[in-house]
């Protein structure tokens, strides 16, 4: 089964400081990850995707996520925060190859961008 | 950009009533999902339907869920008898054929309250 940790339930941070969000999945066969943001009161929005190819995937508004196969990771990035960003952000990943393509999501992040 | 639309937008039903969410996927899709969100937990896979039939349900879609696809384009979700735990956000979305059927798109969601 296949299962997502996104460990830091609310991160701070200030006006364009840059910014991690961490996510690691466990998961017995090969995986797509995605990361999704919820801006207040708002449905989820696809942010970006590994599927194949390159590890590190750019998305938009700035955000980047790099794939680390060997410490099973896809943690976001973003270089200079702003408070628009301020939503939660949900890690998700779903079977490569799989027959339903089902998203099993991470607890989620609340990224509060203060000013 | 083309979009899953989702109506109602917030619901209110009492206990043991029959609730229908209804969703408008992207246009030319061909899976469709319905997920659920929890006040404060995780977003959590229900169904995914495909071909006029469901390909995956999870433990919490019992008998008193079901879903259909009426018309060739709307996407429904009933709650035959709803109960107080039933009380949430909906999230219908859709995927493409082939190499797209792995990036799904949401809703903005359905807030179901049971009282």
Redesign the interface.
């Given at each position: 089964a296949q299962s997502v940790t996104q460990l830091d339930s609310q991160v701070p941070v200030f006006e364009e400081a840059p910014v991690e969000l961490r996510c690691n999945y466990s998961s017995s066969v090969s995986v797509y990850l995605f990361w999704y943001v919820q801006y207040p009161n708002q449905g989820l929005q696809l942010l970006l995707k590994y599927l194949s190819g390159s590890t590190l995937v750019k998305g938009i508004n700035g955000f980047e996520a790099e794939f680390n196969k060997s410490q099973t990771s896809f943690h976001l990035r973003k270089p200079s925060v702003h408070i628009s960003d301020t939503a939660e952000y949900f890690c998700a990943v779903s079977d490569y190859g799989g027959a339903t393509n089902k998203l099993i999501f991470g607890t989620g992040t609340l990224l509060a961008v203060q000013p | 950009e083309p979009e899953v639309t989702q109506t109602p937008s917030h619901q209110v039903t009492q206990m043991g009533q029959e609730v229908i969410l209804r969703c408008v996927p992207i246009s030319n899709h061909l899976?469709f999902?319905w997920?659920r969100q929890i006040l404060g937990?995780?977003?959590?896979?229900l169904v995914?339907f495909?071909n006029n039939e469901i390909?995956?349900k999870s433990e919490i879609f019992d008998d008193q869920f079901s879903v259909e696809r009426p018309d060739g384009s709307n996407f429904t979700l009933k709650i035959r008898s709803t109960k107080l735990e039933d009380s949430a956000m909906y999230?219908c979305a859709s995927?493409g054929g082939g190499?797209s059927?792995?990036?799904?798109?949401?809703?903005?969601?359905s807030w179901l309250t049971v009282v």
């Open positions: - | 899976y999902y997920y937990q995780k977003v959590e896979f995914s495909y390909s995956e999230f995927s190499p059927r792995n990036t799904i798109y949401f809703g903005e969601g």
